[in-house]
């Protein structure tokens, strides 16, 4: 069935630091592409998302490009704040049935000042 | 903004007894979801909902676990007969549709401490 590996964590990085969380995923269709973030203590919010290949999606200085030939997604940002210390999910969404959200296990990034 | 809520945001119940988790999708959505996340494991798909009907369910979601759309805004999600592996923390997604493209809305999630 399909599947979303990230990058183990958790990711320690200092304030205004490059950050990417790699993301890989195997699905038998056309997925969208999708990443979450958990803030402590609150539920799964969309961070950005993909639906094509060579899409890019954008949102609060994050990136993350669709790449089909490579099957990934990895989540990007220039220069990460105190702020960005959350948990990352990546997930695609099939274009059968009721288009469930399949997630990979998350990635714990906290940023230090 | 709309968002979808929760409750309760903790649940602590005895093994063998029944538990009724609650959320209000947003308004105008149609599609509605459950997952779960086991401490330290992956979220999981449960079930997906609409028109009144499950779509599509996961392996996990068995004869124990029932949904139900009781009054049009409510969308629950019943346990039977709760066992200690059902902990988990609980979360409520909905959908304006179904198509992949278009991103569910989770709840805060609802922690299940099965004792």
């Known amino acids: 069935g399909d599947s979303v590996t990230q990058m183990e964590g958790p990711v320690t990085l200092s304030e205004e630091a490059f950050l990417t969380i790699n993301c890989t995923y195997t699905?038998?269709?056309?997925?969208?592409l999708f990443w979450y973030v958990q803030y402590p203590g609150e539920g799964l919010q969309l961070l950005l998302k993909?639906?094509?290949?060579?899409d890019k999606g954008s949102n609060k200085g994050f990136e993350a490009t669709y790449r089909k030939e490579t099957t990934s997604f990895h989540l990007e940002k220039g220069s990460v704040q105190v702020s960005d210390s959350a948990v990352y999910f990546c997930?695609?969404?099939?274009?059968?049935?009721?288009?469930?959200?399949?997630f990979g296990q998350g990635t714990r990034l906290t940023i230090n000042p | 903004e709309p968002e979808v809520t929760q409750t309760p945001s903790h649940q602590v119940t005895q093994m063998g007894q029944e538990v009724i988790l609650r959320c209000v999708p947003i308004?105008?959505?149609?599609?509605f979801y459950w997952y779960r996340q086991i401490l330290g494991q992956k979220v999981e798909f449960l079930v997906s909902?609409?028109?009144?009907?499950?779509?599509?369910k996961s392996e996990i979601f068995d004869d124990q676990f029932s949904v139900e759309r009781p009054d049009g805004s409510n969308f629950t999600l019943k346990i039977r007969s709760t066992k200690l592996e059902d902990s988990a923390m609980y979360f409520c997604?909905?959908?304006?549709?179904?198509?992949?493209?278009?991103?569910?809305?989770f709840g805060d999630g609802t922690r299940l401490s099965i004792l």
């Open positions: 997930a695609l969404s099939d274009r059968r049935g009721a288009q469930k959200l399949v």
């Open positions: 699905a038998t269709g056309y997925p969208s």
């Open positions: 993909a639906t094509k290949a060579d």
């Open positions: 308004s105008n959505h149609l599609y």
């Open positions: 909902f609409y028109n009144n009907e499950i779509s599509e």
């Open positions: 997604a909905s959908a304006w549709d179904g198509l992949s493209n278009q991103p569910q809305h």
